[in-house]
């Protein structure tokens, strides 16, 4: 017999049922997936003719009090006129911590953990627009949520050396790649009503004597390698906002160069945003006012009014020094900056904080980063219904790495560690058992501030490890960097793995030939040793907050990895560029970049070096088969068709290259150079066909006789191929 079904009826009003709406509406919308919108990234032209008339009402002190800080992180508006300040927040890879509005002091409040983002290197390593994207609006997501208008990242300097303390905020040695993160990570921002901050333009490349530094390159080298980054993200994405960094350039600091911010950004690349100089980065009144600087933050003490570009200013404007014409452009880019990220519009949109979809982003990330660097018989993926026990070994299974490293740090709602989404993924199928292996230890510089890892061995730990190897059948060791030996301020000594790490894995290895190397590091680290002697290798990164699950998936295969790395790992220091020509870190307070258009990759194949892993390189779980390649040319287009097909037998994602090498040339042009990649996903035995695009003009170089990039018509070797040294097929074209 069928049961009555009883009926609920709940009686609600209007107003309870238009809540009811909106709640579920706004529960629906933070599951809903973060995709990217069909928006046409412009600064609004609407805008114009009311900032316009905003202009010609404001009083010189008005313009002026809106072109420095009036706190740590907020600058004005115009009280008079109900124009809001603006607020800025880090960046790049979570939003900061709350601090005071006057100093740098932490509020500890209960409702700012956020969440922690793969860092640079990690998205890069992705080679993922789509996820760039995603990135960029899941950060802006939670920026909005905070009430913040302006933050501050993408962080894009090209990875030089793999010294750089900041590595792990950037995102690659490659020009284009950068290029194509950045953009994605823009426009993902700047679609939350939130100003993306593009930093630190630009040849920031060191920690090192970073305040006090000039860097000296070759034009070349500036346009083929460190501006490509800064002309995307302006003209692509209408980035709102850009950083001037901490550096000199050819002798001129960088908020105040009028070469680099006024000729190239705002007249060449058409930048109509802000310039807003890194914390404590203005020198000079008038120089940063004729040299393109929009914004002064950062000052020591709470004197705003004194700051280089405040009352300074203003008397310098009243002395026929400084032109109102330059003060009036700095201020219609402010409001331009106000009235785009919909500061006084009702539609603006309120963001998100630490929801599920959030939480998926960073998750879907950081398993698309982790690279697969090694994979000897087979040992990865894991079959939990097999593995009876697991030694989890090195002290990188439980380190937090969403904090430290100074500005980039992130207060983290929760982090996963690696030995917790192990734990998790594995319940009690498996007897796990954790020993630390190693001990961060540090030094402080005998004369001057700095703390650098020590490099001793811990032996007893180093014991319990061994032991521990023994009676397990697997080992998962989690070796690499931390947060403190990666940080802002300074620059690594070297790249070895700190705290005797060597002495850990060479015993481990000896003691369990099922010995898997988890490297966490945001940098090229010299790995020569578990590449020898462990038969599996991954690279994790500063993963964020769902490091610890994306790991455990990939360990055992639920995902299958497709990160290739984003920068080259040396066999040694001295193998790379600037270190082989001791242009690093340079003398007397110049470093000389001499390696010119040679970084990364680029020396290493034009000087055929062989490195320990090259750029682009990642394995899989399964394997793809380079078909075919057929290319055709069409106004001003190069077309590429690469015939892909998964040949293994589980499904997985690969990236197809594409490098270019210009066979004649008047000048040197590199062996290989990256202009075209994308990321495709094949089920087992599915054949794709591929295309890739190339602009004709993106194989043009830049020509240092007469300033002006330069295509010459000739043979072009077409490689493409599933990393910088795995080129499947290649052809050489002819261009005209
Ligand atoms: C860093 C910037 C950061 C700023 C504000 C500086 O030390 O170089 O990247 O955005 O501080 O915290």
């Known amino acids: 017999m069928k049961k009555k079904q009883k009926k609920f009826i709940i009686k609600v009003d209007t107003s309870t049922a238009l809540m009811l709406l909106v709640f579920t509406g706004l529960i629906f919308s933070c599951r809903k997936p973060v995709e990217e919108e069909n928006t046409d990234y412009q600064f609004n032209k609407v805008y114009e003719p009311i900032i316009d008339s905003i202009l010609k009402q404001l009083t010189l002190e008005e313009k002026i009090a809106m072109l420095h800080g009036n706190g740590k992180f907020t600058s004005a508006g115009v009280e008079r006129l109900n124009i809001p300040e603006l607020s800025y927040t880090d960046g790049p890879n979570g939003v900061r911590a709350e601090l005071e509005r ?214 310098s404007v009243l002395a026929g020094i400084v032109p109102m014409e330059v003060i009036n452009d700095k201020v219609k880019r402010i409001l331009r900056v106000i009235y785009n990220t919909k500061k006084m519009d009702p539609s603006r949109k309120k963001g998100e904080f630490t929801t599920q979809r959030i939480s998926n982003i960073a998750y879907e990330i950081a398993s698309e980063a982790i690279v697969l660097l090694k994979n000897e018989n087979n040992l990865l993926p894991l079959n939990q219904n097999e593995v009876k026990s697991i030694a989890i070994i090195g002290q990188n299974a439980v380190q937090p790495q969403s904090f430290g490293g100074m500005t980039a740090s992130v207060k983290a709602k929760y982090e996963v560690s690696p030995l917790e989404g192990i734990k998790k993924k594995v319940g009690d199928k498996i007897i796990l058992k954790y020993a630390p292996g190693y001990e961060p230890n540090y030094e402080k510089e005998p004369e001057g501030s700095h703390v650098y890892p020590v490099n001793e ?79 599996a290798m991954l690279w994790s990164w500063y993963n964020g907050s769902e490091a610890g699950n994306a790991l455990a998936d990939v360990l055992f295969g639920d995902v299958n990895p497709s990160g290739k790395l984003p920068f080259t790992i040396p066999k040694k220091l001295e193998d790379v560029g600037a270190h082989a020509l001791d242009a690093y870190p340079g003398k007397d307070l110049a470093v000389k970049y001499k390696e010119g258009i040679l970084v990364g990759y680029r020396w290493f194949d034009t000087k055929q070096i062989e490195p320990r892993y090259p750029f682009g390189f990642g394995l899989s779980y399964t394997d793809f088969d380079y078909k075919q390649l057929s290319i055709s040319k069409a106004e001003g287009k190069i077309n590429i068709m690469v015939t892909l097909e998964n040949s293994g037998k589980v499904k997985g994602k690969e990236t197809v290259q594409c490098y270019i090498q210009d066979t004649e040339s008047s000048v040197m042009r590199p062996a290989k150079e990256l202009k075209a990649f994308t990321k495709t996903e094949l089920k087992p035995g599915e054949v794709k066909t591929v295309s890739l695009s190339i602009n004709k003009e993106d194989l043009a170089y830049f020509n240092e006789t007469n300033e002006k990039w330069t295509f010459e018509p000739g043979e072009f070797k077409v490689m493409v191929g599933s990393s910088s040294r795995d080129i499947r097929l290649e052809e050489v074209i002819n261009l005209k």
Request: proline letters at 3%; charged letters at 25%; a negative charge.
């Open 457 to 535: 061995p811990n032996q007893e730990l180093i014991d319990e490890a061994v032991q521990l190897a023994k009676e397990s059948e697997v080992v998962i060791l989690l070796a690499g960097t931390n947060r403190d030996v990666e940080t802002e301020g300074q620059d690594r000594r070297d790249i070895q793995l700190p705290f005797g790490q060597n002495e850990l894995i060479k015993s481990v290895t000896e003691a369990n030939k099922n010995t898997i190397v988890v490297v966490v590091a945001g940098a090229a680290c010299d790995i020569n040793l578990p590449a020898e002697t462990a038969p």
């Open 102 to 315: 006057h100093s740098w002091k932490e509020l500890n409040l209960t409702t700012d953990s956020a969440t922690f983002f793969p860092t640079g290197t990690a998205l890069a390593a992705t080679w993922n627009t789509k996820l760039a994207y995603k990135y960029g609006a899941g950060i802006g997501l939670e920026t909005r949520a905070r009430e913040k208008d302006v933050l501050l990242g993408p962080a894009v300097n090209i990875i030089r050396t793999p010294v750089c303390g900041r590595n792990f905020e950037y995102f690659t040695e490659d020009p284009w790649l950068n290029s194509q993160i950045a953009v994605g990570y823009v426009k993902g921002v700047q679609n939350q009503d939130v100003a993306a901050c593009v930093k630190h333009y630009a040849a920031n490349n060191q920690e090192y004597e970073r305040s006090r530094i000039s860097v000296e390159m070759s034009d070349r080298a500036l346009h083929e390698i460190y501006l490509p980054v800064f002309k995307a993200t302006s003209e692509e994405a209408d980035a709102y906002s850009m950083m001037g960094a901490y550096n000199k350039f050819r002798g001129i600091y960088l908020c105040q160069n009028d070469f680099l911010n006024n000729k190239i950004l705002k007249n060449e690349f058409g930048f109509k945003g802000i310039v807003i100089s890194d914390w404590g980065a203005t020198h000079n009144t008038v120089e940063a006012a004729m040299g393109g600087l929009d914004v002064e933050m950062g000052t020591r003490g709470t004197d705003y009014d004194n700051n280089y570009m405040g009352l300074p200013l203003r008397d």
